[in-house]
T-cell receptor, first 111, second 117 residues
Framework: SQQGEEDPQALSIQEGENATMNCSYK?????LQWYRQNSGRGLVHLIL?????REKHSGRLRVTLDTSKKSSSLLITASRAADTASYFC???????????FGDGTTLTVKP | GAVVSQHPSRVICKSGTSVKIECRSL??????MFWYRQFPKQSLMLMAT?????????EQGVEKDKFLINHASLTLSTLTVTSAHPEDSSFYIC?????????????FGPGTRLTVL
């Protein structure tokens, strides 16, 4: 199975609401990163959280990591229409030397 | 810092032609570069990993003779899609990681959209 599986696959919310996306993985990791991708565009790096960290914040973004459950969540607070995009988690393992992406969550924020 | 560029951003070509895509690390030395392919509404699939001066390591199912990768310097990697066909139409994204503090993450380029007619 693929490392880094996100859920839900699609999420639709109203502007101002919070959006939570989850990511599960199977093998050990050194860090986990969240990316945003607007339709037809490249990836924008959001947050990196290392395996020894449990929570990180960046503006309206909050990421948690639970290595015992091999899962991470991305919370976007007070969402805006401009947050509409696909969000991917990617797990990085130093031994493997590469990141593996999940299937992504498509977020739609309705104005 | 840690900026990666790709060129071209978009290319349209006829079936049977070869297309070269460049990936450059602008402000750091990329010891390792990665090439991903993304089909519409799907995730990124790793195609190959290349270290500077070495042959690329291809993922299972990726034809190395079809997708030629060259990582001749610490700031440049190229992907050549040989004899492109319509099924090769996709979004190709490169990423790079460096040494030291840049070794535990990958920095992504903006992607190249290839359309084969």
């Amino acid at each position: 199975s693929q490392q880094g599986e996100e859920d839900p696959q699609a999420l639709s919310i109203q502007e101002g609401e919070n959006a939570t996306m989850n990511c599960s993985y199977k093998t050990s990791i050194n860090n986990l990163q969240w990316y945003r991708q607007n339709s037809g565009r490249g990836l924008v790096h959001l947050i990196l959280i290392r395996s020894n960290e449990r929570e990180k914040h960046s503006g309206r973004l909050r990421v948690t990591l639970d290595t015992s459950k091999k899962s991470s969540s991305l919370l976007i607070t007070a969402s805006r229409a401009a947050d509409t995009a696909s969000y991917f988690c990617a797990t990085y393992n130093t031994n493997a030397g590469k990141s593996t992406f999940g299937d992504g969550t498509t977020l739609t924020v309705k104005p | 810092g840690a900026v990666v560029s790709q060129h071209p951003s978009r290319v349209i070509c006829k079936s049977g032609t070869s297309v070269k895509i460049e990936c450059r690390s602008l402000d750091f030395q990329a010891t390792t570069m990665f090439w991903y392919r993304q089909f519409p509404k799907q995730s990124l699939m790793l195609m190959a990993t290349s270290n500077e001066g070495s042959k690329a390591t291809y993922e299972q199912g990726v034809e190395k003779d079809k997708f030629l990768i060259n990582h001749a310097s610490l700031t440049l990697s190229t992907l050549t899609v040989t004899s492109a066909h319509p099924e090769d139409s996709s979004f190709y994204i490169c990423s790079a990681s460096g040494a030291g503090g840049l070794s535990d993450t990958q920095y992504f380029g903006p992607g190249t959209r290839l359309t084969v007619l």
